[in-house]
């Protein structure tokens, strides 16, 4: 649409997560630090929290991509599960095949016989869970049980949850006291400040292959933070609009009549009284 007019490659602002456009944000970059560390150290459960659209996603594949050469991993991107799903779908992602099981036990036989082959290739199992807070309630409990699999002298599996801060509270429950106590590494998200969203916007226009200088101006970088709030995901939306808008005009840069212009069309975007002090 406007990646000629604009000298890109490709549509730098895609809601899809990729990898490729991973920027090293302080809290970003310092998340994937502990994550890799903590993994290292074979700690047993890893929370990584943060509101919707800061970036989880696209750090959890990060994440794997990173494992793909290290470790053993099963990915649940969906835990919306019974206990007994959970334990089949763990199963599934380590090639253990459970169609001859009867029973939960059976299942759990199997997938602690195969974690123990993978233990013996020296190289850790890690089970990454995408959207935590879906999980219910039994099946957390059921997830707790399943890290009790272990030797006398090594921990079998590792397990790291991604989820939104309604992870948080439901591990505050009583209930789930036992789990919440595993949790050795946990880290929240923040969203981006003011420098970072610049650097984050540079980096992807570059990324989708602009060479020029800064397409946003400062003016436009200032209302798109405080619009956005500094969520990744309302960034690509906001900028991904301000740049239809500056193309429709015949631009060359996004300057703030386009961005107000993006907030306009944004209801998630838009406070009270924020395009009132800017127009």
């Known amino acids: 649409m406007y990646e000629t007019h604009f000298g890109l490659q490709e549509a730098p602002f ?21 994550l890799l560390v903590a993994l290292k150290e074979r700690e047993g459960f890893i929370k990584i929290s943060g509101e919707v659209g800061t970036g989880k ?4 594949r990060l994440l794997l991509n990173q494992l793909e050469q290290q470790a053993y991993t099963a990915y649940i991107p969906n835990p919306h599960l019974t206990p007994d799903t959970l334990y089949e779908a763990v199963a599934e992602e380590l090639g253990v095949d459970v169609s001859r099981c009867t029973n939960t036990h059976q299942v759990l036989k199997a997938l602690n016989e195969r974690l123990i082959a993978l233990a013996m290739e020296q190289r850790p199992v890690v089970l990454v869970i995408d959207e935590a807070q879906a999980m219910p309630e039994e099946t957390i409990e059921a997830l707790r049980l399943l890290t009790n699999l272990e030797t006398e002298s090594i921990r079998l599996l590792q397990v790291v949850l991604f989820g939104q801060p309604e992870l ?15 949790i050795t590494f946990q880290y929240c998200l923040a969203p981006l ?4 969203v610049a650097h984050y916007l540079r980096h992807r226009l570059a990324q989708a292959g602009y060479n020029g200088g800064d397409l946003f101006d400062t003016t436009a970088v200032r209302l798109l933070t405080q619009a956005s709030g ?3 995901r309302l960034i690509n939306i ?26 306009r069309d944004t209801d998630s975007a838009r406070s009270p009284g924020l395009l009132a002090r800017w127009i």
């Open 57 to 60: 996603t696209l750090l959890c």
């Open 193 to 196: 400040d003011r420098p970072s």
């Open 238 to 263: 906001l900028a991904h609009k301000a740049m239809l808008a500056a193309w429709g005009r015949g631009d060359r840069g996004v300057h703030r009549r386009h961005v107000i212009q993006a907030v």
């Open 230 to 232: 500094g969520i990744p």
């Open 14 to 34: 895609a809601l899809t997560p990729n990898t490729r456009y991973f920027l090293r944000a302080p809290s970003h970059g310092d998340a994937l630090e502990l």
């Open 168 to 182: 948080d509270a439901l591990l505050r429950k009583d209930s789930l006291r036992q789990l919440r106590q595993r």
